[in-house]
């Protein structure tokens, strides 16, 4: 997968794609993440990336020219490295759009080999480039950030974990939480014994089968408990 993120704030990258699963899968060779620095694309001398709002009001607005610019650059380069490849897909991180879900990123990881993430800041972007560029807007949650870039390492660590390969065997991706709609049930480590609690009986027991049964009676309670929302989400889904 090749990621190509467009920001304002390249440094805030530095470190949380550089550490654990997605450091790793960038030394396999599994992603190519690759930062671009939008004031690169402006053409004035003052290398200006943001102005005032039209129509009045607080807040600048990244300037559409940079943003295309570089957009059709970063497009031009795919097509010119792999001329038989889909074009790229181009998501604007936005508190408008989607919310991004587990299924999706697991559609995403499957299906997508080449993406473009946008990042916006302050008020957001000139509408024009997203009419004419955006193929996709996605929100990490229903509250309002000061920029993209968090969303898009939210975004990049949840495509990257699922791409095949990523995760050792130390770690594991399908039975997580939200996998099949449901929580995944506790774990617990050594020691068996710590300030008088007691790991469940059962998974010292070496029983597979009564282990197996015990953790799916688990995800469903703890699902109606902490999730209820999942559980009817999940019968409308199957009925
Ligand atoms: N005025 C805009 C919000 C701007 S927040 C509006 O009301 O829609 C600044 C930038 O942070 C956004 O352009 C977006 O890129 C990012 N952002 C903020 N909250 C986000 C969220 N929940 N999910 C994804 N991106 C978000």
């Known amino acids: 997968?090749?990621?190509?993120?467009?920001?304002?704030?390249?440094?805030?990258?530095?470190?949380?794609?550089?550490?654990?699963?997605?450091?790793?899968?960038?030394?396999?060779?599994?992603?190519?993440?690759?930062?671009?620095?939008?004031?690169?694309?402006?053409?004035?001398?003052?290398?200006?990336?943001?102005?005032?709002?039209?129509?009045?009001?607080?807040?600048?607005?990244?300037?559409?020219?940079?943003?295309?610019?570089?957009?059709?650059?970063?497009?031009?380069?795919?097509?010119?490295?792999?001329?038989?490849?889909?074009?790229?897909?181009?998501?604007?991180?936005?508190?408008q759009g989607a919310k991004l879900e587990q299924a999706q990123a697991r559609r995403m990881a499957a299906e997508v080999e080449h993406l473009i993430v946008v990042c916006g800041h302050y008020k957001g972007v000139d509408e024009r480039f997203i009419d004419a560029c955006v193929d996709r807007e996605l929100s990490i949650g229903d509250y309002v950030l000061s920029g993209g870039e968090l969303p898009a390492m939210v975004l990049v660590d949840a495509l990257v974990r699922l791409l095949p390969g990523a995760l050792g065997n130390a770690e594991s991706a399908d039975t997580d939480s939200l996998e099949d709609g449901l929580l995944e049930a506790p774990v617990y480590t050594r020691p068996a014994e710590f300030r008088g609690m007691a790991v469940p009986e059962v998974l010292l027991s070496g029983h597979h089968a009564r282990i197996?049964?015990?953790r799916a009676a688990q995800r469903l309670e703890r699902t109606r408990r902490k999730r209820p929302d999942l559980l009817e989400m999940k019968s409308r889904n199957e009925g």
Request: aromatic share 6%; net charge negative.
């Open 1 to 95: 997968m090749i990621v190509d993120i467009v920001t304002l704030f390249p440094e805030m990258f530095d470190g949380p794609l550089d550490e654990s699963i997605v450091k790793r899968a960038r030394q396999q060779g599994l992603v190519d993440i690759r930062l671009h620095d939008l004031r690169e694309w402006t053409r004035d001398k003052h290398r200006k990336a943001d102005d005032e709002m039209f129509g009045g009001g607080a807040g600048l607005v990244m300037k559409a020219e940079p943003l295309f610019h570089c957009h059709d650059e970063l497009v031009a380069r795919a097509r010119a490295h792999s001329p038989q490849a889909s074009k790229p897909l181009v998501v604007l991180t936005s508190p």
């Open 212 to 214: 197996e049964a015990w």
